[in-house]
């Protein structure tokens, strides 16, 4: 792997040393070449401090300094999030801290954790902020077991599965984290920045860690998807499940544009390379002029998809539409009169 992969001092992992020149113009290249997995592919360990029920004293702040402290070290984490009215399922990797100037010069990123989204689009990455707080515990979800997921995905929809009553069969209580570690080797098989739904990703990731042998060693992991993929009733409607996070790409100025740009040329130098080919050269002009507005850009798109999606009486009517229910003697707010929904949409 490249010199500047090499762990930071403190961290015990030892990397093999760099090639003569850089190979990696993607994100998906450079989580899928084994050498330069800092675990090698022994992700016992590692797996183990994120399993709530084997560990308990590992806290989600040891956790979180640990993962935006790491460096350059190519470490992969696996989340979810409410998008288009369905769970979309993602991969964000290369944690890091944002340093304060030495000379004291202040920004309003010192001291706050950034992510990479998925892989690169046009030469360029999405970077999203980490809270603190992002390992945090989730106790005791009722999800249905391993054994059910694996006969029943054809029931997976927009949302996942629906939560089992506390009495139904094939249901256990299981504690996760909010976010989850994600092996290099299947943080490859998911660098799509647009994400997966999570019927994809029990496609992917469940063959994936069996033909490797890992579904011991990844317990937690499938843990974390069983529950990502479980959501939750809120006034007889299905949610996201409770795992969520919000995924808002920060408002971008120089400064946290140059650290994310620190990191992209130091682990994907050949996607800095100079072309011979006037196309390459063309491209490469109009990344430069584009870079600085992407993230504005993309969340002014979120911003707008959300305005247009149709709201649910639900999200109007939270004490008014219980009573409506019970009186029309239904069970979803769908099969309200059409007015209700018309109101739900109106302008307060």
């Known amino acids: 792997m490249m010199a500047n992969l090499l762990p930071q001092p403190g961290h015990g992992l030892e990397l093999p040393a760099a090639p003569a020149t850089p190979r990696y113009r993607t994100y998906q290249e450079l989580y899928g070449d084994a050498t330069i997995d800092p675990y090698q592919g022994n992700y016992a360990r590692i797996m183990s401090r994120f399993d709530i029920d084997e560990n308990p004293g590992v806290t989600y702040l040891m956790l979180y300094e640990q993962a935006v402290g790491a460096g350059l070290i190519p470490q992969a984490f696996i989340c979810c999030s409410n998008q288009r009215q369905s769970t979309r399922i993602y991969c964000v990797h290369m944690a890091s801290n944002f340093v304060s100037a030495l000379d004291g010069t202040t920004t309003p ?12 689009t046009q030469a360029n990455v999405t970077t999203i902020q980490l809270p603190d707080t992002i390992f945090r515990p989730r106790m005791n979800t009722r999800v249905k077991t391993l054994a059910y997921f694996e006969e029943h995905l054809d029931e997976l929809g927009a949302y996942g599965l629906a939560p089992p009553e506390a009495d139904e069969d094939e249901t256990e209580l299981v504690s996760t984290r909010q976010i989850m570690f994600l092996p290099n080797k299947y943080a490859a098989l998911l660098m799509q920045p647009a994400g997966y739904t999570v019927r994809q990703v029990w496609d992917i990731l469940r063959p994936a860690m069996a033909d490797n042998g890992d579904l011991n060693h990844c317990r937690p992991l499938l843990k974390w998807l069983r529950v990502a993929s479980t959501g939750v009733m809120r006034n007889n409607a299905l949610g996201a ?5 919000e995924l808002t790409p ?6 946290l544009i140059k650290h994310r740009q620190h990191y992209l040329h130091n682990t994907l130098p050949a996607l800095f390379k100079t072309s011979d080919t006037l196309e390459a050269a063309i ?15 993309i969340a002014r798109e979120r911003k707008a998809a959300l305005e247009a999606t149709p709201k649910l009486p639900s999200e109007k009517f939270n004490n008014t539409l219980p009573i409506l229910l019970s009186y029309l003697q239904i069970a979803d707010e769908n099969n309200v009169p059409p007015l209700w929904h018309q109101w739900a949409n109106c302008s307060k």
């Open 109 to 120: 990123w010192d001291g706050l954790g950034f992510a990479t989204l998925g892989d690169v």
């Open 283 to 297: 491209t490469q002009m109009a990344v430069a002029v584009t870079q600085n507005t992407n993230d504005t850009r």
């Open 241 to 245: 499940s409770n795992v969520m996070i």
């Open 250 to 255: 920060p408002l971008a100025d120089a400064a």
